[in-house]
Nanobody
Framework: QVQLVESGGGSVQAGGSLRLSCIAS??????????MSWFRQAPGKEREAVAL???????HYADSVKDRFTISRDNNKNTLYLRMNSAKPDDTAMYYC????????????????WGQGTKVTVSS
């Protein structure tokens, strides 16, 4: 069973930067075989995918964060990152990391392991 714990959230002014981290722990798994992602949910809004990173390192971003956010992973540290640059008030949300065990190297995008979230507030 894999557990995910996010950290790094906080308050930042518009235009500032933050780096979120998500550490995976547990036993009986190989972190590098997991498809990883960051989601966010703002108050009163639906949860949305922000950035995805597959087992081969390929990345995908929501249009709203493209060219501002960077997702990365360190398989040696079982850690997922989200670098947030040029933050905007619209980025204010609870950020969650999520994982899915790849099957045959394929990421189905049905993430079934979730962290508790870390809150990000961007002030104007």
């Amino acid at each position: 069973q894999v557990q995910l714990v996010e950290s790094g959230g906080g308050s930042v002014q518009a235009g500032g930067s933050l780096r979120l981290s998500c550490i995976a722990s547990g036993s009986g798994y190989i972190y590098s075989t997991f498809c990883m992602s960051w989601f966010r949910q703002a108050p009163g809004k639906e949860r949305e995918a922000v950035a995805l990173i597959d087992t081969d390192g390929s990345t995908h971003y929501a249009d709203s964060v493209k060219d501002r956010f960077t997702i990365s992973r360190d398989n040696n540290k079982n850690t997922l990152y989200l670098r947030m640059n040029s933050a905007k008030p619209d980025d204010t949300a609870m950020y969650y990391c999520a994982a899915e065990a790849a099957r045959g190297g394929y990421c189905s995008r049905f993430y079934n392991v979730w962290g508790q979230g870390t809150k990000v507030t961007v002030s104007s």
